[in-house]
């Protein structure tokens, strides 16, 4: 029972390619989010979406685009990718806002390498 | 805007050695605080969290962390550490309030490798 799943667990593409991450979690959970994992193992957060609206964008580039269908998906769309978005990325989600004072389960994360 | 530090980036032992990682956040309001471990190959998984009441808080796998609110500090230790243990340890702060955001920052990491 993988709560927070996303797939692919591992990509590789070239520079200048388009690809999409995707994440569903059955945990009936109204937050979702996006973090990046650089080679250094910083963990920072891009995006975070409350019932599907659009609550936090972490000036990350407007390559990346979020895309939320429900409030069990949250999906990462990057265009024109470059070699300083190899990382790896990780979803998660928690039943309300953390600033409400939750707490947040992650997915297995997604490494993405660009060549 | 809130950030997070963690003291050591590596610390190596041997098993049952003591560990403490320290971790350090700076906001003036109010936090909950988190520790998350990342096996090799894994995603994060919570090992224990501060959210109110009794400032020392055990989580699972024999780890305790201590909020100490005038040190803006919450380290982690583990009295007795198994090479299982191994894996990279990241501190993360909640701060609440609209203008600190709904998120959490993590620290660096600390990556803790224990000798069998």
């Known amino acids: 029972d993988t709560a927070v799943s996303q797939t692919p667990k591992y990509l590789v593409t070239q520079m200048g390619n388009d690809k999409s991450i995707k994440c569903e979690q059955n945990l009936g959970h109204d937050t979702m989010y996006w973090y990046k994992q650089d080679s250094k193992k910083f963990l920072k957060i891009m995006f975070s979406y409350n019932n599907k609206e659009l609550i936090i964008n972490e000036t990350v580039p407007n390559r990346f685009s979020p895309k939320s269908p429900d409030k069990a998906h949250l999906n990462l769309h990057i265009n024109s990718l470059e070699l300083g978005d190899s990382a790896v990325y990780f979803c998660?989600?928690?039943?309300?806002?953390?600033?409400?004072?939750?707490?947040?389960?992650f997915g297995q994360g997604t490494r993405l390498t660009v060549v | 805007a809130q950030s997070v530090s963690q003291h050591n980036h590596h610390v190596i032992l041997s098993e049952a050695a003591s560990l403490e990682l320290g971790c350090n956040y700076s906001?003036?309001?109010?936090?909950?605080l988190f520790w998350y471990v990342q096996y090799p190959g894994q995603h994060l998984q919570l090992l224990l969290k501060y959210f109110s009441g009794d400032p020392l808080v055990k989580g699972i796998k024999g780890f305790e962390a201590e909020f100490i609110k005038s040190k803006f500090s919450f380290n982690l230790r583990k009295p007795s550490v198994q090479w299982s243990d191994t894996a990279e340890y990241f501190c993360?702060?909640?701060?609440?309030?609209?203008?600190?955001?709904?998120?959490?920052?993590f620290g660096g990491g600390t990556r803790v490798l224990v000798k069998p």
């Open positions: 993360a702060v909640n701060a609440w309030g609209e203008a600190a955001g709904n998120k959490l920052t």
């Open positions: 906001y003036g309001g109010t936090v909950n």
């Open positions: 998660a989600s928690s039943p309300g806002q953390i600033s409400s004072g939750t707490e947040a389960f």
